[in-house]
């Protein structure tokens, strides 16, 4: 079982915008603003699209975003074209002696 | 281009060993926290190991503790993971990746496939 909750699957059509939710605790998401956000392609590596909760790294579209409130992180993607179809998943910063959780993933479909 | 290059992957008995390896070229390595991270096909994403910039500071999730041994060589831009006392749970793709300090992953390998099975 993940640390963190995410829906196991979204869907939307191109143009659209859909919003993958990333559910924690105070010990995790919301003690701490460093929530990232992971995009995998099938048989790919993951890809950091998002750090500390909005910070996108260089390169990455300014379709995506992220945001939270309390113990939920969100990220949203706008305009949802086709190779945004994939599998994103959630992680964060924890109190524990990890110090970083994952989501379960969610897979995003572009019907 | 700043690349990770993972090796060492394989198919290995439960009770077995391996160790993987991770090429880094393209930045300063030895300016870098370092991770593993593996996968479970069709699972998600679980973080194994991490390593401080001068190998001074090494932490373990509690499934792998006592068994797998993280280190690097900065001189070689080498990252490695010592498998021991392998077990069918540890069958998954391995991941090194780049940390921006201990919680952000910026650039992943593209993985080495690790099966323990009898």
């Known amino acids: 079982q993940s640390a963190l909750t995410q829906p196991a699957s979204v869907s939307g059509s191109p143009g659209q915008s859909i919003t993958i939710s990333c559910t924690g605790t105070?010990?995790?998401?919301?003690?701490?603003?460093?929530v990232s956000w992971y995009q995998q392609h099938p048989g790919k590596a993951p890809k950091l699209m998002i750090y500390?909760?909005?910070n996108r790294p260089s390169g990455v579209s300014n379709r995506f975003s992220g945001s939270k409130s309390g113990n939920t992180a969100s990220l949203t993607i706008s305009g949802l074209q086709a190779e945004d179809e994939a599998d994103y998943y959630c992680?964060?910063?924890?109190?524990?002696?990890?110090?970083?959780?994952f989501g379960g993933g969610t897979k995003l479909t572009v019907l | 281009e700043v690349q990770l290059v993972e090796s060492g992957g394989g198919f290995v008995q439960p009770g077995g060993s391996l160790r993987l390896s991770c090429a880094a070229s393209?930045?300063?390595?030895?300016?870098?926290?370092m991770h593993w991270v593996r996968q479970v096909p069709g699972k998600g994403l679980v973080w194994v190991s991490r390593?401080?910039?001068?190998?001074?500071?090494?932490t373990y999730a509690d499934s792998v503790k006592g068994r797998f041994t993280i280190s690097r060589d900065n001189a070689k831009n080498t990252l490695y993971l010592q498998m021991n006392s392998l077990r069918d749970e540890d069958t998954a793709v391995y991941y090194c990746?780049?940390?921006?300090?201990?919680?952000?992953?910026?650039?992943w390998g593209q993985g080495t496939m690790v099966t323990v099975s009898s």
């Open positions: 990746a780049r940390g921006l300090g201990i919680r952000v992953f910026d650039i």
């Open positions: 393209g930045f300063t390595f030895n300016s870098y926290w």
């Open positions: 390593i401080y910039t001068d190998g001074s500071t090494t």
């Open positions: 105070s010990s995790d998401v919301g003690g701490y603003n460093y």
């Open positions: 500390d909760v909005s």
């Open positions: 992680s964060s910063y924890t109190g524990s002696s990890t110090h970083v959780v």
